[in-house]
């Protein structure tokens, strides 16, 4: 009943855009890509809710076999694409890595695709570490503790190493989970008021490792950023979007993809 309701929804979004659309008659429109909404219903893309499904053709196998896939993937794109025809929008994306794997699987008409990120990095030098034992790695793992964000890679990460006085770890974020025991949360709320909350938080704490496990092509990754502005190395997969170029592209080049867990492990 849940899916039904939330492809209804889906449904009457698009249709009263239609409407707009034909209402106002824009002579431009920008459309921002947020997600992967404008390719899929399922804005992650996670087959079956599991694993990234790399976005294949509509008449693929690995397509049909996701419950996102096959005949309600093609009628959500059928809509949007009553929608794009009408505007043909130019197309803003917020990373290089977003832009071209959406130009490279939509249909949707579109006048220009251009790139207007939300931020850069730029480098400083790096401050000297306080605490006095050296050789505890501190692992850190922030934002919404959920599947598509990794975040039971983490908790198993932690788990392998309960009792191990090699790492420390921690969670920085709004909400708590009932997790292992050596997980230690720190409450974090990013606001308008406090737009640095989370690199505070990091810093304060001496991170030396965050962990940014997504299992989705992340757009951009907000948290990839902090963690660099903090001074921490990221870990991440190869495939989860922006966050490996981010941190790993020139005049940065703090933090590595992993090609499975087990390598993190």
């Given at each position: 009943r849940q899916l039904l309701l939330l492809r209804r929804r889906r449904q009457l979004v698009l249709e009263l855009l239609l409407q707009f659309v034909q209402q106002f008659a824009p002579?431009?429109?920008?459309?921002?890509?947020?997600?992967?909404?404008t390719l899929c219903p399922s804005w992650t893309m996670l087959r079956n809710n599991v694993e990234f499904c790399g976005g294949p053709k509509l008449d693929s196998v690995a397509c049909g076999i996701c419950v996102y896939g096959g005949a309600e993937?093609?009628?959500?794109?059928?809509r949007l694409e009553k929608v794009f025809d009408a505007l043909k929008p130019d197309m803003l994306f917020p990373s290089e890595v977003i832009k071209e794997f959406w130009v490279a699987r939509s249909p949707l008409k579109?006048?220009?695709?251009?790139?207007?990120?939300?931020?850069?990095?730029?480098?400083?030098?790096a401050v000297p570490t306080r605490r006095k034992d050296q050789l505890q790695l501190r692992v850190g793992f922030t934002g919404l503790p959920v599947y598509h964000k990794g975040w039971y890679v983490f908790e198993e990460l932690a788990l392998r190493h309960?009792?191990?006085s090699r790492?420390?770890?921690f969670h920085f974020g709004v909400n708590q989970r009932d997790v292992a025991r050596n997980i230690t949360f720190v409450p974090v709320a990013v606001?308008?008021?406090s737009r640095h909350a989370m690199i505070d938080a990091l810093i304060a704490n001496e991170i030396d490792v965050v962990?940014?496990?997504?299992?989705?092509?992340?757009?951009?990754?907000?948290?990839?950023?902090?963690?660099v502005a903090a001074g921490a190395f990221v870990l991440a997969p190869k495939e989860a979007g922006n966050v490996v170029p981010a941190v790993s592209?020139?005049?940065?080049?703090?933090?590595?993809?992993?090609e499975s867990a087990d390598q993190l492990f």
């Open positions: 002579d431009k429109t920008i459309a921002w890509v947020h997600d992967l909404f993937r093609k009628t959500h794109l059928a579109h006048t220009a695709a251009k790139v207007a990120p939300h931020g850069t990095l730029t480098m400083g030098a309960h009792q191990d790492y420390s770890f606001d308008a008021t962990v940014i496990w997504s299992l989705w092509y992340e757009t951009f990754s907000f948290v990839a950023y902090e963690a592209q020139p005049g940065v080049e703090q933090g590595m993809g992993l």
